[in-house]
């Protein structure tokens, strides 16, 4: 099969992973019969430096004619100082929302191979975990009416937080179906104790708990989330929740598999086009340095296989190179513990994960 993919390189390292992801989508194509067919576009900082725009209109066009999107990641210090429309981070948000993606799913398992990189004791990463977090991506307090005013105080910033009934229902749904999938426990995590927005969200989610009577279903307060996520991750199987909670719970999830470095997503809509990015920053730090862990955007390609192309077989063929990989004990700087000998640079660990296949 042939499928178009829109490469959205970005900042930073942005540029590393997703090269090293596109080469890996090479190998499957070589191994599996399939073509590939990359077209990259400006969005973020890059693309503010070329036309004054975070997020050009030709690549919003580009990523609508695709099959798929693969995306690095955006911003950096040297646009910090734009005001937040201008910012890189902007067109992230309006990429998401141009391509309809109101369903992020970023899953977060630990490695057997990377338990001593995970900051939790033997005794609580020992049973291990396989979460999958259901994150709201295109509505909420990311969207929501913003602005500048004179307030009690004299100068104030506002933003709000507003969520449709149909906003939560389908992402609700998709919670649903996902844990029928799954182990078939599903938890909802708000802060219905506090805002309106979750005390209705909760509402919905106890309807439709209604109609999937098989799903174990609860719901938490974001607060003891974040606690028990440290306390006993091994509770959780399928987490749904708001845009906000997401994007914190999941940088959360990540860290306790031993690295932000391994976290794929994948932000889908009402179609099969998605867009797969690593959950991780920029890391201006590192950039262009061939230091940054590829794998969290290998495994976002791999998804991409699974949830856009239906390719089941292809997409475990990536994950077990992964796994392979890590289990014969090579570590990008990230996730080196000590003793553990020199890390891999970026190219070499695509490298690695390429051979594996
Ligand atoms: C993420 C990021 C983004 C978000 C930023 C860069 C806008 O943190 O994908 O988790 O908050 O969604
Ligand atoms: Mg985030």
Redesign the pocket.
Known sequence: MEFNIALLRGDGIGPEIVDGAAAVLEKIGEKFGHRFNFTPYLIGGCAIDETGEPLPKETVEGCLASDSVLLGA??GPKWDGLPGEKRP?KA??GIRSALGLFTNLRPASLYPALRAASPLKDEIVGKGFDIMIVRELTGGI?FGDRGFRQGKYGEEAFDTEAYSFTEIERIGRVAFETAMKRSKRLCSVDKANVLETSRLWRRIMHELSEEYPEVEYRDMFVDNAAMQLVRDPSQFDVIVTSNMFG?IL??EASQITGSIGMLA?ASLGAGTRGMY?P?H?SAPDIAGQNKANPTATILSAAMMLRYSFGLTEEAGAVEAAVNKVLDAGFRTADLLCAGEGDPLSCTEMTTKIIEAI
């Open positions: 955006v911003g981070e992230l948000l990311y994007d999941s940088d997503s990015e959950i920053g």
